[in-house]
């Protein structure tokens, strides 16, 4: 596809209407990524967690959180060494995933309730159901009226977070909601068992199955069974904990007057508050027992996998909605486009194509979600979606053409944590973030020399050159990715 075709065709499916894009995607259904007929389809099944750092799993080294059946995806699978959000924010990633396409096309820019996915704008799902499987969605929902879309099995909730213990589910399919129930138990095992139970019924069609945990989202309510967890352990401080951000070289004022801080009643909104005045032992003991739920859950469900005799046969995809500042530079939450925020893990497991225990280390994105789905089904993938199929990487293959850069973007402000709004390229060596409201700031690291964002070079005399074609370079990619939903 030549870049021009895509970008006219991507503009006139998001103005006009889908127009027959699900019979686009769902061209007769083939074998795995597009081989001979008779090979069956796969089943998938796409794992979230909320907040997830890649750092935060026993496979990457972690001796805290112990996580064998996330870990045993990547061991048996493929991992992503460098994966990240277009928007590190819960609504607007999830309908990014769903889509493939970035929230200033969306509309899910924040994470107002009512932000919704336009009828108009095709889910993977969609496709994959047109192609003749069967659909469910389980656990965090958030995005608006996502339970109206076309179900075999819904059974989610709306909203940034339910209750940890007393859940308000709402269930149902073919688009309608049957009932809105509360459920007693920890959230994310009542979810599960739930979707275990649809997982084990008898059925003649290939499925998917979304599963989106709300672990580990905040405040970080613990299952009973692990109240004593982490006991007597010692959680580390990041290197930039006791930095005093009021004085700090190079960190502009839109990083530092941000709210989400821990250890201090800085927020004006209340939720915002309680959250950050914790301390650091306290959020990330309680954050790592939330992963050990998922994870514990995870066990159940490659039992019942294997239990079907479907496991080799199901593609399993983990991954998160954004990354979370365990404290570094005091911070917490997420937003921002530094680091911490922006990373999410990626596993992938399908052993019938996938080499046990490989890696990649191209920079993948949350956009890219929807294609591979729809590669692996064996379907046409749209011209308008904006992210890259994963299936040449799964492969083992190594692309020509793989990006070499992205667009990062962030709306909700004023809101939640105080985070002005930003947009920024990050490449391979570089990143550039400008907050673009007045008053007008920016950030620029080389992580090559500073992996760690510790050295901002902005107005360095040496990089002036490199910061220009950077700006240069995040108006391209907006204009590639079709982004008029904000001047500036």
């Not at 053409?401 to 992205?406: A, E």
């Not at 700031?441 to 070079?457: C, R, S, V």
């Amino acid at each position: 596809m030549e870049e021009n075709e895509g970008k006219s065709s991507r503009r006139e499916f998001l103005k006009a209407g889908a127009m027959g894009a699900l019979a686009l995607a769902s061209a007769s259904p083939k074998g795995v990524a597009g081989e001979a007929a008779q090979t069956p389809r796969p089943n998938f099944i796409f794992i979230t967690t909320d907040g997830h750092r890649p750092e935060a799993l026993s496979l990457n080294g972690n001796s805290i959180v112990r996580t064998p059946n996330i870990d045993r995806i990547g061991r048996e699978g493929m991992q992503f060494e460098n994966s990240f959000v277009v928007n590190a924010l819960c609504l607007p990633s999830r309908a990014t995933a769903l889509t493939g396409l970035y929230s200033h096309n969306t509309g899910c820019v924040d994470n107002k309730d009512s932000r919704a996915i336009p009828t108009k704008v095709p889910l993977f799902t969609d496709s994959l159901r047109e192609a003749g499987y069967e659909v469910a969605l389980f656990g965090k929902a958030h995005v608006g009226r996502l339970g109206e879309r076309q179900w075999d099995e819904y059974f989610g909730f709306p909203g940034a977070a339910a209750d940890y213990f007393w859940p308000r589910i709402q269930a149902g399919s073919h688009g309608k909601i049957d009932s809105n129930e509360i459920y007693e138990g920890y959230v994310d095992d009542v979810v599960a068992e739930r979707a275990i139970r649809w997982l084990k019924r008898k059925r003649e069609k290939p499925f998917c199955m979304i599963l989106w945990f709300q672990s580990p989202h905040a405040p970080f309510f613990r299952a009973r069974r692990y109240l004593d967890l982490y006991n007597g352990i010692t959680i580390p401080k990041p290197a930039t904990f006791d930095d005093d951000l009021k004085g700090y070289p190079g960190k502009p004022r839109a990083f530092a007057d941000a709210d989400n801080k821990i250890g201090g009643p800085y927020a004006k909104n209340t939720a915002t508050r309680d959250n950050c005045a914790r301390t650091l032992e306290e959020i990330v003991k309680d954050y790592y027992a939330g992963i050990a739920d998922v994870d514990d859950n995870l066990g159940k469900l490659f039992q019942a996998l294997k239990e079907l005799g479907q496991l080799d046969d199901t593609v399993m995809i983990f991954s998160s909605d954004h990354g979370f500042f365990l404290g570094e530079w005091r911070m917490y939450d997420k937003r921002f486009m530094h680091e911490p925020s922006i990373r999410t893990p990626m596993l992938i497991r399908y052993p019938r194509l996938i080499l046990p225990g490989s890696s990649a280390g191209h920079m993948v994105l949350n956009t890219d979600i929807a294609p591979t789905f729809l590669e692996l089904a064996g379907l046409k993938i749209p011209q308008w979606v904006q992210g890259q199929s994963l299936v040449p990487l799964l492969k083992g293959e190594k692309p020509n053409s793989w990006r070499k850069d992205w667009l990062y973007e962030y709306y909700e402000y004023p809101g939640p944590h105080n985070v002005r709004k930003n947009r920024g390229v990050r490449t391979e060596q570089y990143k550039l973030i400008h907050y673009y409201e007045a008053p007008e700031e920016f950030e620029l690291y080389d992580f090559k020399e500073d992996p760690g964002e510790l050295h901002n070079l902005y107005g360095d005399p040496r990089y002036a050159t490199l910061t220009q074609d950077l700006r240069q370079r995040i108006r391209e990619l907006r204009n590639e990715t079709d982004d008029h939903y904000v001047e500036g």
